[in-house]
Structure formats: C-alpha cells, structure tokens
C-alpha cells in the first residue's frame, strides 16, 4: 500500500498492511515563510518515512489593531470576522501548497488547527481564560467572529490541498486537570464553535485531538469527526482499550510524547507492542498522543517507524 492508501484505510475501517505510524515535531517556524516551514516538513517525513506528512501551525492569530492582550471586556467586542488572506493563514496556506508539490499526491498532509478559544489565549495569554469565561456577552461575540473566520480558511484549506486537520481542543479536560472547565463552561464557551469548525472541515479527514489529562471523552463522542487522537498514556485519560469500548471510529495514539525522548530501544517497543494488542490492527494510527519534544533522538524515531512495520 502507499501512504495515502494506508491512511485511508485506517480512517475508514479497511483493511491494512500495518497501521499508519507519524510522530511530530515543532520546528520553529512561526518567523518562516510558508516555504521554509514547509522543507523543514519535508525532510522531517522522508528521513523517517512516516505515513502521514502532520504539519504543525506555528502562526498564531492576530488580536485586534492595537491589542496587546484581552484587559477588558469592551476588547473582546473589537473582534470581527477576519480574511483568509490575514497573514497567519496566508503563510500557513503557502506551507500546504508547497508541502503538497514537493510530497506529491500520494502522502497524506493533515494540518494542525486549535480551537477557537486556543486561537485567542494563545495569543492574548492563556491567563485571560478567566476574563473571557466572566463576560458572556463579550466573549461569544468573539468567539463568534473567531469562528467565522476559522471556517472561512477550512474552505481554503482544501483548495490547498489538504487532506486532513488533526484539531486541537482543550475542551474534554475536566477541572481535575490543567485549564480544565465545568460542564457549562464547556457547552457555552467552547463545544458550539467546536461543532462548527468540525462541520467546516468536511471533505477533509477530521482528527479530533483530545488534549490534555483527566479529559472526559462523554463530552466529544459525538463531534462530527472520523479519528479521536487521545494522549491514552497520561494520567487521569483512558487507554486505548477503554476508547475502542467507547467508540467504532478510528485511534490515534499509543506511545507516551511526554516520555518518548528518554526512552530506550526496547521500552519503546514494548510500548508501541501493548499499545497495537489494545487497539488492534484496524482503526488504528499509531503515533504520540501529542507532540513530541524537538530532541527526541534519532535512534527512537527511527525505532518507532521499524517497529510500525513489524505490526502486520
């Protein structure tokens, strides 16, 4: 099978040579052009063959005119619904495309994406999460806009040449974990415009990337998703095991991210070997939970992509 073919299958419950395998990395390239960003993913795929070209989305949104941050309420209604032409989604849009002609039509690219909450804190201060949760009105009008223009750039995304968005919500941590929420916050703040992007990226594989620990999967079961990506080896999240009981859709996941660059040879194995008898052959991308640290050693990478093959 090629890479596509293998992807394909596995999103789609078919039949499958060995189990998808990626692992990924931040690359820095948030001051790069698309271009630059896009060679460095390159060669990141072709030295270590995974099946899947993930591209990371360094670029981060850009806050109203004149905003440094979030201080007051009246800042979250300076928000309006933005172009796909802002200069984020432009240089992210160039990586794709170029990521696209150099791979060829064969290699899966699935983009990374964060919800429309993450889109601002991560920009304006993940300690502004308080402010936005205590204005209601304020704070859905922005999110609103935010998501307008999140939908408006999935559109884009597959004239690029995209094939899949593995996104990024922090929505499923309960308050047992860090930047957990409630069950209200939850279904104000952050689970409608989570529907909406998901709807927004149909006609691309979607990835549904439950960040975080002590995360309730009963809250995103049914999203409109054809892959759940879940770090299972983290405290307080369920294993591969337990997600097969909850869902018939696809995995993703298996090799502990936090632990990954300190491992040996053979723990790495064993893992990845626990992680195929939990979830099986199909339905199944084996790879971190989330991404790896920049300075995982070669030596594990390329024990990761060996072992995958060996998982007939």
Known sequence: MNKRERFEAAVNGGDVDHPPCVVWVHFVTDALPGEEAARRHAAFLRTYDWDISKVM????????????????????LRFEKLPPTIPN??????????????????????????????QVVRTAGMNKSSLIYANQREALHMLNAV?????????????AGCD???????????????RGVDDDTFNTFLKPFDVRVCEAMQGMTRILHVHGTHVDMKRVLDYPVEVFSVSDRLKGN???????????????????????????IPEIREEMWDAFKQAGKKKFIISPGCTSAPQTPEHIL???????????
């Open 57 to 76: 989305h360094d670029y981060r949104y850009p806050l109203p005119q004149g905003l440094e941050t979030i201080n007051t309420p009246a800042d979250m």
């Open 89 to 118: 989604y432009t240089k992210q849009l160039d990586l794709i495309r170029a990521l696209r002609k150099e791979l060829g039509p064969d290699v899966p690219i699935v983009d990374t994406f964060f919800d429309p909450f993450q």
């Open 147 to 159: 998501t307008e223009t999140v939908c408006g750039y999935m559109q884009e995304l597959k004239k």
């Open 164 to 178: 899949g968005v593995l996104y990024s919500i922090n929505g499923a941590i309960t308050p047992a974990g860090e």
């Open 238 to 264: 369920p294993s591969l095991a337990q997600l097969r009981e909850m869902t018939g859709k696809c995995l993703m996941g298996g090799i502990n991210e936090s632990k990954i660059q300190e491992r040996s």
């Open 302 to 312: 390329r024990c990761v992509r060996s072992t995958s093959r060996d998982m007939k």
